[in-house]
């Protein structure tokens, strides 16, 4: 026997000695790729689900911000032009329906007046608790966010909105006078090809825009100044009694605030800008002025170059007006000193200190509170980060939960089958392994099953072989050593019955050893067939005649039955006829042994099927005992008998129906039996014609190895 390699004994000696490391096994490779897949596909999700909700919150974001600054804008108007809140329910309500959100007004202490989510009237309330930590703006005229309208950045330092004019509101009787100045003014410029128009501002005043030059900063090519200017001057629009009073109060307001500080007082301007002639012409603080005379000569001195400026640049200022400079109620730009600073201060706290009797007090605004339609959004807080970490963690802890007990799962059935195999190996028996389920695993362990209990089955059938084998071999050669002994011993003649006797016995043994060969052959694959056309009624003629004498000596009637006359030649076979004659040899001896006296065996074919599927099929049909249905399985195993003493007297070896059997394989065939018990059996050898098998007989007889 050859010795195993080293290599070879070291990996079974490793695979018997338990189980495989978990980096190495099954499960641990099914769990690595498992717990791999589960990352990438959490990180996957979590990527796009952040990148996809960012763009979607940017885009929402955007809408709801310029929702939120039309909402703000609208509601600031309301309180720029009521002294109250009362009556913007109805507001409140129009602007949810059109943005499809909820909107809350509350007071500085969030007491809710005005909910678009219940429709409270004026003074109403509404649970505080639902509403958000924060509001989303804070809605005051006299102190506007430059974020949701970024235009009041632009109007002037106070923030105060433009719509909240006041006492500054023109009545119809000065707006009709005003509109008719502007009018005069319109069609003097469109006389000189100038285009322009009336606008009226919020407090009722109008004023002219160039429609060539929205922005008032046209070029000295496209207008004639001195023309424009003369055009302007020639209807002049003076402060109505109205915008006078309001002024007037205005500039009370502002020197008092100005006292307060120890310093002069001003005279404001319709645009909110001042003249320094009752102030510091040169910025000082007039609290600490060390010589007061020479202030004053510094005064008359300014105020003349002031007077002297004002006219020069009078039409300029009538343009810049009739532009949109003027009259908007908006600081002028004042200059860099501390004096400058301080009265546009004090301007600003006069003109909030007037209009807070002519606008609603200032209120929170929520928008999209508890209950509406909010913006979705994704805050990639720490908290959740650490939220979005710990779902991840927990998927992966079940991911790998879930593979470790599928792991376990496929793999226990893997180990029972090694255990047995490696029991198998090791010469034990081995019971079948359990099926669990109707999966691949549960097919596999089905099939290792079977495959142990076949392997048990042929290791039982080779014990049974060899022991059969030494008793097939025992017998002639006991009787052959047994008549020489007696020859030796003087005890027997050597005439010639002595020495047909051992003749018979060293034929039997060679027959024997004949059948061994056989079949040994036909297992390694070396059992050679010489092909050449044969027709099978012919072989049978020559099979039976040779059977007679058997036939005769037993009792026995053999008929051989011809083919009818009227039915076509029987087609060729491409067989070895020696080989052939065997099976049926051992088919007909075989009947004729196991049929007793004045019985029948018959001999017959006939051909089955046509074209690729014809084959023809030899019929060994006999009257005898019958096989039992028990051993039907087992008739063409080697040294099978049905008679369990293995008497010489009522059978052979065994080793006919074996032979049979490969013999019709070799040829491409198949044989079957039938029987019933007492009336007899049919043994049928079925093989390919030479039309089935797709090409002619070989006419050289040339060898084919099987």
């Given at each position: 026997?050859?010795?195993?390699?080293?290599?070879?004994?070291?990996?079974?000696?490793?695979?018997?000695?338990?189980?495989?490391?978990?980096?190495?096994?099954?499960?641990?490779?099914?769990?690595?790729?498992?717990?791999?897949?589960?990352?990438?596909?959490?990180?996957?999700?979590?990527?796009?689900?952040?990148?996809?909700?960012?763009?979607?919150?940017?885009?929402?974001?955007?809408?709801?911000?310029?929702?939120?600054?039309?909402?703000?804008?609208?509601?600031?108007?309301?309180?720029?032009?009521?002294?109250?809140?009362?009556?913007?329910?109805?507001?409140?309500?129009?602007?949810?329906?059109?943005?499809?959100?909820?909107?809350?007004?509350?007071?500085?202490?969030?007491?809710?007046?005005?909910?678009?989510?219940?429709?409270?009237?004026?003074?109403?309330?509404?649970?505080?608790?639902?509403?958000?930590?924060?509001?989303?703006?804070?809605?005051?005229?006299?102190?506007?966010?430059?974020?949701?309208?970024?235009?009041?950045?632009?109007?002037?330092?106070?923030?105060?909105?433009?719509?909240?004019?006041?006492?500054?509101?023109?009545?119809?009787?000065?707006?009709?006078?005003?509109?008719?100045?502007?009018?005069?003014?319109?069609?003097?410029?469109?006389?000189?090809?100038?285009?322009?128009?009336?606008?009226?501002?919020?407090?009722?005043?109008?004023?002219?825009?160039?429609?060539?030059?929205?922005?008032?900063?046209g070029t000295d090519s496209e207008i004639d100044r001195s023309l424009e200017a003369k055009c302007l001057a020639a209807f002049p629009a003076?402060?109505?009694?109205?915008?006078?009073?309001?002024?007037?109060?205005?500039?009370?307001?502002?020197?008092?605030?100005?006292?307060?500080?120890?310093?002069?007082?001003?005279?404001?301007?319709?645009?909110?800008?001042?003249?320094?002639?009752?102030?510091?012409?040169?910025?000082?603080?007039?609290?600490?002025?060390?010589?007061?005379?020479?202030?004053?000569?510094?005064?008359?001195?300014?105020?003349?170059?002031?007077?002297?400026?004002?006219?020069?640049?009078?039409?300029?200022?009538?343009?810049?007006?009739?532009?949109?400079?003027?009259?908007?109620?908006?600081?002028?730009?004042?200059?860099?000193?501390?004096?400058?600073?301080?009265?546009?201060?004090?301007?600003?706290?006069?003109?909030?200190?007037?209009?807070?009797?002519?606008?609603?007090?200032?209120?929170?605004?929520?928008?999209?509170?508890?209950?509406?339609?909010?913006?979705?959004?994704?805050?990639?807080s720490p908290a959740n980060t650490a939220r979005i970490a710990g779902v991840t963690a927990l998927v992966l802890a079940l991911t790998v939960?879930?593979?470790?007990?599928?792991?376990?799962?496929?793999?226990?059935?893997?180990?029972?089958?090694?255990?047995?195999?490696?029991?198998?190996?090791?010469?034990?028996?081995?019971?079948?392994?359990?099926?669990?389920?109707?999966?691949?695993?549960?097919?596999?362990?089905?099939?290792?099953?079977?495959?142990?209990?076949?392997?048990?089955?042929?290791?039982?059938?080779?014990?049974?072989?060899?022991?059969?084998?030494?008793?097939?071999?025992?017998?002639?050669?006991?009787?052959?050593?047994?008549?020489?002994?007696?020859?030796?011993?003087?005890?027997?003649?050597?005439?010639?019955?002595?020495?047909?006797?051992?003749?018979?016995?060293?034929?039997?043994?060679?027959?024997?050893?004949?059948?061994?060969?056989?079949?040994?052959?036909?297992?390694?694959?070396?059992?050679?067939?010489?092909?050449?056309?044969?027709?099978?009624?012919?072989?049978?003629?020559?099979?039976?005649?040779?059977?007679?004498?058997?036939?005769?000596?037993?009792?026995?009637a053999l008929t051989a039955v011809p083919a009818p006359t009227d039915t076509p030649r029987s087609p060729l076979l491409d067989a070895d006829?020696?080989?052939?004659?065997?099976?049926?040899?051992?088919?007909?001896?075989?009947?004729?042994?196991?049929?007793?006296?004045?019985?029948?065996?018959?001999?017959?074919?006939?051909?089955?099927?046509?074209?690729?599927?014809?084959?023809?099929?030899?019929?060994?049909?006999?009257?005898?005992?019958?096989?039992?249905?028990?051993?039907?399985?087992?008739?063409?195993?080697?040294?099978?008998?049905?008679?369990?003493?293995?008497?010489?007297?009522?059978?052979?070896?065994?080793?006919?129906?074996?032979?049979?059997?490969?013999?019709?394989?070799?040829?491409?065939?198949?044989?079957?039996?039938?029987?019933?018990?007492?009336?007899?059996?049919?043994?049928?050898?079925?093989?390919?014609?030479?039309?089935?098998?797709?090409?002619?007989?070989?006419?050289?007889?040339?060898?084919?190895?099987?």
């Amino acid at each position: 026997m050859r010795r195993p390699e080293k290599g070879a004994a070291k990996s079974a000696k490793g695979a018997k000695g338990g189980r495989l490391p978990l980096r190495k096994s099954l499960a641990g490779r099914l769990l690595t790729v498992t717990a791999l897949v589960a990352s990438c596909s959490v990180a996957a999700t979590a990527w796009l689900a952040v990148q996809t909700t960012s763009v979607a919150i940017r885009q929402e974001q955007g809408q709801n911000l310029t929702s939120d600054a039309q909402i703000y804008n609208t509601l600031l108007g309301y309180a720029a032009t009521h002294p109250d809140w009362d009556g913007v329910d109805a507001t409140v309500r129009d602007l949810a329906q059109q943005s499809g959100r909820r909107i809350v007004l509350t007071t500085q202490g969030r007491r809710p007046f005005a909910d678009s989510a219940n429709s409270r009237s004026p003074g109403g309330s509404s649970p505080a608790a639902s509403l958000a930590l924060q509001p989303s703006a804070v809605v005051d005229p006299l102190s506007v966010d430059t974020v949701l309208v970024p235009d009041a950045a632009k109007a002037g330092a106070d923030r105060v909105d433009p719509r909240a004019v006041g006492p500054f509101r023109l009545p119809e009787k000065e707006r009709a006078a005003l509109w008719k100045v502007s009018a005069g003014k319109v069609e003097c410029l469109s006389r000189m090809g100038v285009a322009a128009d009336i606008v009226e501002t919020p407090g009722g005043r109008t004023r002219v825009q160039f429609v060539s030059d929205e922005t008032g900063n046209g070029t000295d090519s496209e207008i004639d100044r001195s023309l424009e200017a003369k055009c302007l001057a020639a209807f002049p629009a003076s402060p109505t009694p109205t915008e006078q009073k309001a002024l007037g109060a205005l500039n009370q307001l502002a020197d008092a605030c100005l006292k307060r500080q120890g310093r002069t007082a001003v005279k404001l301007n319709l645009d909110l800008s001042w003249d320094r002639g009752y102030g510091d012409p040169y910025g000082q603080d007039y609290g600490t002025d060390p010589d007061p005379e020479d202030s004053r000569r510094k005064r008359e001195a300014e105020e003349k170059a002031l007077a002297a400026k004002k006219a020069e640049d009078a039409a300029t200022a009538e343009r810049k007006a009739a532009a949109g400079g003027a009259f908007d109620y908006v600081p002028s730009k004042i200059r860099d000193s501390g004096y400058d600073r301080a009265v546009a201060a004090c301007v600003v706290s006069a003109r909030r200190e007037q209009l807070t009797a002519y606008v609603a007090e200032p209120a929170l605004l929520f928008i999209d509170g508890p209950g509406a339609a909010g913006v979705p959004g994704l805050d990639l807080s720490p908290a959740n980060t650490a939220r979005i970490a710990g779902v991840t963690a927990l998927v992966l802890a079940l991911t790998v939960g879930a593979s470790v007990l599928a792991g376990a799962r496929l793999v226990r059935p893997l180990h029972a089958l090694t255990g047995a195999a490696q029991r198998m190996r090791d010469g034990l028996d081995s019971a079948p392994v359990p099926v669990v389920s109707d999966n691949e695993i549960g097919r596999l362990t089905a099939a290792f099953n079977d495959m142990a209990a076949h392997r048990a089955r042929l290791e039982e059938q080779r014990k049974v072989m060899v022991s059969d084998v030494a008793h097939e071999l025992r017998t002639p050669l006991s009787n052959i050593r047994g008549w020489l002994e007696a020859a030796h011993d003087g005890l027997a003649e050597p005439d010639p019955a002595f020495v047909s006797s051992l003749l018979e016995e060293a034929v039997q043994l060679q027959h024997l050893i004949n059948d061994l060969q056989d079949l040994g052959a036909a297992d390694a694959g070396a059992l050679r067939l010489h092909r050449k056309p044969v027709r099978i009624d012919e072989l049978l003629g020559q099979v039976a005649a040779a059977h007679h004498g058997l036939a005769e000596k037993a009792g026995v009637a053999l008929t051989a039955v011809p083919a009818p006359t009227d039915t076509p030649r029987s087609p060729l076979l491409d067989a070895d006829p020696v080989r052939l004659r065997q099976a049926v040899s051992n088919l007909l001896s075989n009947a004729v042994r196991h049929t007793p006296a004045g019985g029948t065996v018959t001999l017959r074919s006939y051909v089955m099927g046509t074209g690729t599927g014809q084959q023809l099929a030899v019929e060994v049909s006999d009257t005898g005992s019958g096989i039992p249905a028990g051993d039907l399985p087992y008739v063409f195993d080697r040294f099978w008998r049905a008679e369990k003493s293995r008497s010489r007297s009522t059978g052979g070896s065994g080793l006919g129906l074996a032979i049979v059997l490969k013999l019709a394989e070799a040829h491409g065939g198949t044989v079957d039996v039938v029987s019933t018990e007492g009336e007899g059996a049919t043994f049928t050898l079925r093989l390919p014609t030479a039309a089935a098998r797709g090409s002619a007989a070989d006419p050289d007889g040339m060898t084919t190895a099987l």
